[in-house]
């Protein structure tokens, strides 16, 4: 059976989100050899950590001197995130077998945000995996020519390869602030975020204003007073 309209367009989104989104793997494979990894270990730490926010925040550490372990905690601190996406991820998916191991480690805010951008199940699905794999995809492989030709590409944000990532999960995030409601949220987090960058380490702001983001969002579709215990 031919692919539905919406299937086809989710697909062609994670595709483009997932060669968009590589690109900034240049960087990362640059900056991590520039930071004292080997070519292997940057590898590695993107074929199994694959997360950028954790991977950059994990070399930024290293890079200043840190140990591996502070390294650790704060590349899983920024991981948080990824854990509770799952939840939301694995009702719309129902994964089993090695499908949901796969489905875990390409859990990730560009497949989370494709699929949630899509108007049906199929269509949330099929968007989820494409650009969970294409991310997956172009991450390793860029990671490895930015390893190898770190010395060659200089610095990164020459290129604007600091900024990929960030652009391709604005432009999947805009549509869905139409309504007053989601602009004054993010305009709120946003406040939060810039408050917080002065005073906390890397990370750090994008979770308090995460929390501030959820904190509004239990506020206002909580159950009712005299609803509950009616039941």
């Known amino acids: 059976m031919p692919a539905s309209p919406s299937v086809r367009s989710a697909v062609r989104q994670g595709i483009s989100v997932g060669l ?18 080997d070519v292997w270990q940057t590898c ?12 950059f925040a994990f070399i930024g550490v290293i890079g200043g001197g840190g140990a591996g372990a502070a390294a650790t905690a704060t590349a899983a601190l920024l991981g948080i995130r990824n854990s509770l996406y799952g939840l939301q991820m694995a009702s719309l998916l ?3 077998g090695l499908r949901r191991f796969a489905a875990a480690q ?3 805010d560009e497949s989370t945000a494709v699929a949630l951008a899509q108007d049906d199940p199929p269509a ?10 294409g991310v997956f995809v172009f991450w390793n492989l860029t990671t490895l020519a930015g390893a190898l030709l770190g010395d060659v590409l ?14 391709a999960f604005l432009a999947l995030l ?3 602030l139409a309504q007053r409601q989601a602009q004054a949220i993010g305009a709120v987090a946003a406040v939060v975020a810039a408050v917080v960058i002065p005073i906390a380490p890397a990370g750090i702001p994008v979770l308090a204003a995460a929390a501030v983001t959820a904190a509004i969002a239990w506020w206002q579709y909580r159950e009712p007073p005299h609803v509950r215990g009616t039941t």
């Not at 949330?124 to 794999?133: D, E, I, S």
């Not at 200089?154 to 652009?167: E, V």
């Open 124 to 133: 949330q699905r099929a968007g989820f995996w494409a650009a969970g794999l």
């Open 154 to 167: 200089g610095d990164p944000a020459r290129w604007g390869l600091d900024g990929a990532a960030a652009a």
């Open 94 to 96: 129902r994964a089993h």
């Open 44 to 55: 590695v730490l993107s074929l199994l950590m694959f997360t950028g926010g954790s991977q």
């Open 174 to 176: 805009w549509p869905r």
């Open 20 to 37: 968009a989104t590589g690109a900034y793997g240049v960087s990362f494979g640059a900056l991590s050899v520039a930071s004292g990894l």
């Open 106 to 108: 390409v859990t990730i």
